[in-house]
């Protein structure tokens, strides 16, 4: 008598499993590399909405001086999803880090008239280093916004000033100058992890390379990157 066997064998269903986990696992890292893209991608479309805002409403003022977060929020300049859902007061960026909005001098070496506030400060924390790394990274000199200084990228949250002018004052950049949009400033690749990367600068120049960028946002696994904007 023969008797027919139907089904699989062990060695068969471990194959299958194996096939199954290693699809589930590449699902997996396609999933969360698109969800980095978008992220990022959110992030640099605020940055570009926010910079044009901000030129469109202070187009016929002598200074930012009044640029700070709370009149950010009044006059619009910042994207409704970037407000925290309780006071509407704080904002967010997609990782849920704070952002600050302010004004700052356009360098060194200038008049103290020259220099009163000239400049704008666009400043976002608690970043994850591989989205610190793709922003550090972006060619953002483009002619639809021309008015990019430099990027100060540092590898661990800061608390922002807090002064009686500004309720939520950033640190300046002093070392991104006004003059020539920047071509003036060498930059600095300080061991502690602060990078300054200026347009047309001589030494970290923007975009940073990848490695520039890697060793720029120095920050490990935690989310406590920090990238502030300089415009003028």
């Not at 194959?15 to 992030?43: C, D, E, M, P």
């Not at 400043?123 to 430099?150: H, I, Q």
Request: with cysteine; charged share 15%.
């Amino acid at each position: 008598m023969v008797t027919n066997e139907q089904g699989r064998s062990m060695i068969e269903m471990l194959g299958i499993l194996a096939v199954v986990g290693v699809l589930t696992i590449g699902g997996i890292a396609g999933y969360t590399k698109a969800i980095h893209a978008y992220r990022v991608n959110k992030i640099k479309n605020q940055i570009a909405t926010m910079v044009t805002t901000i030129h469109t409403l202070y187009m016929h003022q002598v200074t930012y001086k009044t640029l700070n977060n709370e009149t950010a929020i009044q006059t619009n300049i910042v994207p409704r999803e970037m407000l925290t859902s309780d006071n509407m007061k704080k904002i967010t960026n997609v990782y849920g880090g704070e952002v600050f909005i302010g004004n700052g001098s356009i360098g060194q070496g200038v008049s103290e008239v020259a220099n009163d506030q000239k400049a704008f400060l666009i400043e976002y924390n608690g970043l994850p280093r591989n989205a610190c790394v793709d922003l550090a990274s972006t060619n953002w000199v483009s002619d639809s916004m021309p008015s990019l200084m430099g990027i100060k990228i540092s590898g661990s949250l800061k608390s922002a000033n807090t002064t009686t002018s500004t309720p939520q004052a950033i640190e300046d950049v002093p070392e991104i100058q006004f003059q020539d949009n920047g071509a003036g400033c060498r930059g600095s690749n300080i061991v502690q992890g602060l990078t300054i990367a200026c347009v047309g600068g001589s030494s970290v120049k923007i975009p940073l390379s990848k490695a520039q960028a890697a060793r720029a946002c120095n920050c490990g696994s935690n989310y406590s990157c920090s990238i502030t904007f300089k415009y003028f």
